[in-house]
């Protein structure tokens, strides 16, 4: 009597234990599903750039995570993780990875709540370097080098150098690869607003060019090409003459190779980025 109750009792254990597995089988094709759906639809972080959400997030990551992929998340005995955006990850499939974990891996699935991995996926983004996927070519170091030879005498990056031209730190986030290339091939064919070039005759004949800077009826000030900030009151001036070229030198490929530009792109976008952190 009692060894069938016994049997049984396995019996319904086994049959639970199938049910459980299919239940869990279920449940993962579903996350599963979701995260592509997510992935294709562009879910947004419902934390994007919200601070208080990436400190809670870094604290998340500080217990859960750096003991494998390291305090700085440049990764021990798992990868670096300030580069997936770089290469072209969305933030759902992040998330949908520290849910799901490697299988497979040492890297581990996560029960927390969707706010917490949320939060660590804000904190992983904000430390990471984030390229938009049209300036990823090209090295960014050599790129810093051609920067400072030949552009850093009149443009300034994260507060370094020239004032002749614009600050060039957060120029990829506003202009295209293909307008910028346009800016620096032939700088003549689309002036930057606030840098039309001047020509100004003093009465004793002597010239004065410069990107205008203010006008008005009276006067008029200029950063001179050794720039320096000028005013002038029109009574002083013989002629004043708005000039179309640009004051910023043509780098045709014979100066500045395709390869020197693409570099010099990559270090504008990571400058950007360098700036763009706190
Ligand atoms: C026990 C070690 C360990 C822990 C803890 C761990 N990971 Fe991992 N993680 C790994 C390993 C190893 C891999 C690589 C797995 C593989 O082979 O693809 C990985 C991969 C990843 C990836 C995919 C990287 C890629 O290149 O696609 C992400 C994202 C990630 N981990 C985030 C996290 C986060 C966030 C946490 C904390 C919530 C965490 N991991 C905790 C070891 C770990
Ligand atoms: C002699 C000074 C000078 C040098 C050297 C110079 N520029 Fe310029 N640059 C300017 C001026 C002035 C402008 C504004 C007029 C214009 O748009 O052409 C400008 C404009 C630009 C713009 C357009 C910015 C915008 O907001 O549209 C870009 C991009 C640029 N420069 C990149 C470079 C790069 C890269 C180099 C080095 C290879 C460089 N410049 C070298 C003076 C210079």
Not at 119 to 146: H, M, N, Q, W
Not at 257 to 275: I, K, M, Q, V
Request: net charge neutral.
């Amino acid at each position: 009597m009692g060894s069938i109750n016994l049997e049984r009792h396995r019996l319904a254990r086994g049959r639970l234990a199938r049910v459980r597995v299919a239940l869990v089988c279920g449940l993962m094709a579903l996350l599963v599903q979701a995260g592509a759906r997510a992935g294709q639809d562009g879910v947004v972080n419902p934390f994007e750039g919200d601070a208080a959400a990436r400190r809670a997030g870094a604290a998340l990551y500080d217990t859960r995570c750096a003991e494998c992929h390291g305090a700085d998340a440049k990764g021990i005995s798992g990868p670096d993780l300030t580069a997936l955006w770089e290469v072209g990850t969305s933030d759902a499939r992040v998330f949908e990875t520290i849910r799901l974990g490697r299988p497979g891996s040492i890297m581990p699935s996560s029960s927390a709540p969707d706010d917490e991995i949320w939060a660590v996926v804000a904190y992983l983004k904000g430390i990471s370097t984030v390229l938009p996927v049209e300036f990823v070519t090209g090295d960014a170091d050599r790129g810093r080098e051609i920067f400072g030879s030949m552009c850093v005498r009149c443009h300034r990056v994260n507060g370094r150098g020239g004032h002749l031209g614009p600050d060039l730190s957060r120029v990829t986030r506003t202009r295209s690869r293909v307008r910028l290339t346009q800016a620096i091939r032939e700088p003549s064919a689309s002036v930057a607003v606030g840098y039309r070039t001047v020509t100004l005759t003093l009465r004793d004949g002597r010239q004065i060019r410069g990107v205008k800077k203010r006008e008005d009826v009276f006067s008029l000030q200029l950063v001179d090409t050794d720039e320096r900030l000028q005013g002038y009151l029109r009574a002083d001036l013989a002629s004043v003459r708005d000039v179309a070229e640009s004051l910023m030198p043509v780098f045709g490929s014979d100066r500045l190779s395709d390869g020197d530009l693409d570099d010099l792109l990559r270090f504008l976008a990571s400058a950007s980025e360098a700036d763009a952190a706190p």
